[in-house]
């Protein structure tokens, strides 16, 4: 068994808005301290 813990994060707004960016953004800064 694994002592990770998860988080889900949802990101909504409208078409154009910056969702894919904002999370492509994330997933750099993140990518190094995290299993992602």
Same mark, same amino acid.
């Given at each position: 068994? *694994? @002592?990770?813990?998860?988080?889900?994060?949802?990101? %909504? %707004?409208?078409?154009? *808005?910056?969702?894919?960016?904002? #999370? @492509?953004?994330?997933c750099?800064?993140?990518?190094?301290?995290?299993? #992602?």
């Open positions: 068994m *694994s @002592n990770k813990q998860v988080l889900r994060v949802g990101v %909504g %707004g409208p078409v154009g *808005s910056g969702k894919t960016a904002l #999370i @492509n953004e994330l750099k800064q993140l990518r190094e301290k995290f299993e #992602i």
